[in-house]
């Protein structure tokens, strides 16, 4: 237990200098940390390190969904709600046919049943990757928030198809009839329990007297009450988890004070952190523990398997994005759509955009050994072989070379032409107009015997001077209690204005979000220079 201890602190710091190693070379940290723990498994005498799936369904996924949710723009989302549903759920079902049928047809003994159980493993891109990739290279906003939205969503249908492709093979009986209603009522309840779950949440947070530690802390035990309940009800934990966090994302506000909202971002932003950088790492020190499995079964023809389905999967999807752009131009004749003539290269940006990650290789993972008649599960080893084949090629060679169609491409911000530093001077600017606008109407009427208020209107004097004074003057309750007022009303107007901004369809709302923050700081500075008095 000590060493095991130990060794996994040894491999939080390898995490960390392999992220910053991926900084100073500009690489996607994905990629750099896949590639180090396939190097390290090469190193003779390193413990070997097996992954647990239900550990990773469990543990990872639930918190991992749950920050994407977070993080994700619900204006974005609902914009590009019927692209993202499309790749979600219809590609995913697409990819998965292709990929059964691809599978059946060239790896001997290979049923359709189980080439349904690998597409339903290896169709959903992993969002981590595509997104820690654009971070690097500008890309329009729209690409960008259609696939953090279609990431969140082809998990669910994916493992969804597994499970019932899993079924199958085990009880050797499809029903379409019946498959089809329960993949219905599996996607729906699991957005529904999701939920319900947030409200009970979102009830607690604001009525409750909680605390700053006692809010963080519970919002690390909602995503795992969302899941563990839909799966209880056999239902989709993955949908449960992202309704239930886009829900409470955009009610943060309301939920939560501004000392929850930054210490809870730091705390995520931490969480996020190690739980992504421990999977990918991992990832990468399977390969031993994967080819020991493979046993007789021929290391070559495995590879050539892997080579030929991670090409299907590559083609596949990038015939479903140019079909899908397409598809948009005609169908936009009959009705509206976000975007009438989306072009080709933004489709195939975002089909090249579909590396693959933890969910495939957990679900790989999860097969059991063994069906209920004690026979060994057929192509157990191969699949996983497969997946893993599939992971590292798309991982490293679509990611590698994303930033250079990118570039390529040339694409441009259509959805956001003012350039977001400008927006962002542009919404600076009305919310200093709007708070010196309420601070001429109070002084005017009630401040003019207020030095506070004063200082407050010269804030190039910065806040050093508003310390002095409320140091030398401590025992002046009622000014500082009418300064502590006259602050709060200038934020929380400011708070309302940003909610109207957003709505507008020019400014993104990465900028008000910024703003947002820096109002959750202003109000923390005010708290902290009048703590005492």
């Not at 002084?443 to 010269?458: P, S, V, W």
């Amino acid at each position: 237990m000590h060493a095991n201890f130990i060794y996994y602190i040894v491999l939080l710091l390898i995490i960390s200098f392999l992220v910053m190693f991926a900084q100073r070379i500009r690489i996607a940290f994905p990629i750099v940390l896949v590639v180090g723990g396939l190097m390290m498994s090469f190193i003779p005498g390193l413990p070997t390190l097996e992954i647990d799936p239900e550990l990773i369904f469990l543990i990872f996924l639930p918190p991992l969904l749950y920050e994407a949710a977070w993080q994700t723009s619900w204006k974005d989302f609902w914009k590009w709600r019927r692209v993202i549903a499309s790749f979600a759920f219809l590609i995913v079902l697409v990819t998965s046919c292709l990929v059964a049928v691809v599978s059946y047809s060239i790896i001997p003994g290979f049923t359709l049943a189980l080439g349904f159980l690998l597409g339903g493993i290896v169709s959903p891109p992993d969002a981590v990757s595509a997104t820690s990739i654009m971070k690097e290279i500008k890309v329009p906003k729209r690409l960008s928030s259609i696939i953090e939205g279609e990431s969140l969503l082809n998990d669910a249908s994916s493992i969804v198809v597994f499970r019932f492709a899993l079924a199958a093979v085990m009880t050797g009986q499809f029903v379409f009839k019946a498959a089809a209603a329960n993949f219905f009522i599996v996607i729906v309840m699991g957005i529904i329990t999701g939920l319900v779950v947030a409200l009970l949440f979102y009830a607690i947070h604001r009525w409750l007297p909680t605390t700053p530690s006692i809010d963080i802390v519970l919002t690390f035990v909602t995503p795992y009450v969302m899941y563990i309940v839909a799966e209880q009800f056999h239902f989709s934990g993955v949908l449960s988890v992202v309704s239930g966090g886009l829900f409470l994302s955009a009610r943060q506000d309301t939920m939560l004070n501004y000392q929850s909202r930054i210490q809870g971002l730091n705390v995520w932003s931490v969480a996020a952190f190690v739980l992504n950088g421990t999977i990918f790492l991992l990832i990468g020190l399977q390969l031993p523990v994967i080819v020991r499995q493979l046993g007789d079964e021929g290391l070559a023809g495995a590879i050539t398997y892997g080579l030929i389905i991670t090409g299907t999967l590559i083609i596949g999807r990038l015939l479903c994005t140019l079909g899908a752009a397409q598809f948009t131009r005609f169908i936009s004749r009959f009705i509206t759509t976000a975007d009438s003539n989306p072009g080709w290269r933004g489709p195939l940006v975002f089909g090249w955009a579909g590396m693959r990650g933890v969910v495939s290789l957990a679900a790989a993972l999860s097969i059991p050994l063994y069906l209920p008649n004690q026979q060994p599960f057929p192509q157990r080893n191969l699949i996983l072989f497969i997946t893993f084949t599939v992971i590292l090629v798309t991982l490293v060679f679509q990611g590698l070379t994303l930033p250079w169609l990118i570039r390529k491409m040339k694409l441009k911000e259509v959805d956001y032409p003012m350039p977001l530093e400008e927006q962002d001077r542009l919404v600076e600017k009305k919310l200093k107009l709007a708070a010196n606008k309420l601070l001429d109407e109070y002084y005017a009427r009630h401040g003019k015997h207020n030095e506070l208020l004063f200082l407050l209107r010269q804030r190039f004097d910065g806040d050093l001077r508003v310390l002095d004074y409320i140091t030398q003057n401590n025992t002046d309750d009622g000014k500082i209690a009418e300064y502590r007022s006259v602050v709060n009303d200038i934020i929380r107007e400011q708070r309302l204005l940003l909610q109207k901004i957003n709505k507008k369809a020019e400014v993104s709302q990465e900028v008000v979000k910024r703003h947002l923050l820096q109002l959750d700081h202003d109000e923390a500075r005010l708290h902290q220079q009048l703590a005492g008095t």
